[in-house]
C-alpha cells in the first residue's frame, strides 16, 4: 500500500505542477481538520446514538488552483466566468474512526445472547484519501480576494482514491464462532486493508483573514464505492439494512496561506 500511496500522490503534484507551469495560475496551500461521522455496518440506521457515536477525527493537507491570479506577474488573468468562479482543490487527508452497535438492539434491557454479541462486537477504520474536488464560488473570487472581512460560499465536487484499514474483533472470543459472532456476520468481516473510489461533494465558506490568508469551514458527504471499507459486509440479499455502502461526513475547519 505504501507503494501505491507514493506514486499516487507524485502523480497528483506532478499533475498540478505541469498545470502551473504551462498556464501560470497561482498557488494556495492549506490544513483541515475536524469531526468525522462514520456511516457504516455498525448499529442502526437513522439512529441518533449510532450517528454521534461512531464519530472519529480526520486531518488533512490541501492545495488549490487559484485561476484568477498569475503569481509570476503579480496579475489577475483575463476575467472569464470560470476564472472568477472556479478554483481546483487537491488534497491529501487521513480519518479513522472507532465502530460499535448502538441502537435498540443494544439496550440493557436487551440480554440475549444476540444483544450480547453486538455489544462485543468492536472495530474501526482507517482511511488516507487523496483526490481532487471543482470548487464553485457563486460570487466574484477576485471582490472576495480584495477585501479582507469577506466571506466567499462555494460548494464541490470531486473524486478520491482511498486506502482503508479496517480492524473487526469480539471482547467475546475469535470471530466466526457461535459464541462471539451474530449470525449476519458470519464469513462477513475482515480486517485486510483495500483500495476504493469514492465521490465527494462539499459545501462551505471561506473568510478573508488577511490578504495572504483564509479560514474555511466545509461540510463533506464522501461515498465510496464499497461496503468493505469498515470491515463488515454481512449479505444484502438476506439482510437488506446492510445492503448501502460505507459513507462519512466530515465537517472541516481549515487554513489557507496564498503563495506568491
Known amino acids: 500500500m505504501p507503494k501505491k500511496f507514493i506514486i499516487t ?10 498545470i502551473s507551469a504551462q498556464f501560470g495560475f497561482s498557488h494556495e496551500i492549506g490544513v483541515i481538520a475536524g469531526p468525522v461521522a462514520f456511516q457504516s455496518d455498525y448499529g442502526e440506521r437513522h439512529d441518533f446514538a449510532t450517528n454521534a457515536g461512531n464519530t472519529g477525527y480526520g486531518i488533512g493537507i490541501i492545495h488549490y488552483l487559484n485561476f484568477s491570479y498569475r503569481a509570476e506577474c503579480n496579475c489577475y488573468t483575463p476575467q472569464t466566468y470560470f476564472n472568477d468562479h472556479f478554483k481546483l482543490r487537491s488534497e491529501l487527508s487521513y480519518n479513522k474512526t472507532n465502530l460499535q452497535h448502538f441502537g435498540k438492539w443494544v439496550e440493557p434491557s436487551r440480554t440475549g445472547l444476540f ?16 483526490g481532487m474536488q471543482l470548487e464553485f464560488y457563486p460570487f466574484s473570487i477576485r471582490d472576495f480576494t480584495a477585501t479582507n472581512g469577506s466571506l466567499a460560499p ?3 465536487l470531486g473524486g478520491q482514491f482511498s ?7 469480539s471482547e467475546l472470543g475469535p470471530l466466526n464462532s457461535p459464541i462471539s459472532t451474530p449470525i449476519k456476520y458470519y464469513n462477513a468481516t475482515t480486517n485486510q486493508g483495500g483500495t476504493v473510489w469514492s465521490i465527494v461533494s462539499s459545501i462551505g465558506c471561506r473568510y478573508k483573514l488577511t490578504e495572504l490568508s483564509d479560514l474555511m469551514i466545509d461540510l ?4 465510496y464505492f464499497s461496503n468493505w ?5 454481512p449479505d444484502p440479499k438476506l439482510y437488506p439494512e446492510n445492503k448501502a455502502n460505507d459513507w462519512n461526513v466530515w465537517l472541516n475547519f481549515g487554513y489557507i496561506y496564498y503563495l506568491q
Not at 463533506?220 to 461515498?223: D, G, K, T
Not at 471499507?229 to 459486509?233: K, Q, R
Open 115 to 130: 444483544a450480547q454479541q453486538l455489544r462485543a462486537m468492536k472495530g474501526s477504520t482507517a482511511v488516507t484519501n487523496i
Open 9 to 18: 500522490s507524485l502523480l497528483l503534484f506532478v499533475f498540478s505542477s505541469n
Open 220 to 223: 463533506r458527504w464522501q461515498y
Open 229 to 233: 471499507v469498515d470491515g463488515l459486509n
Open 154 to 156: 462555494f460548494i464541490s
Open 163 to 169: 486506502f482503508y484499514d479496517p480492524k473487526v474483533y
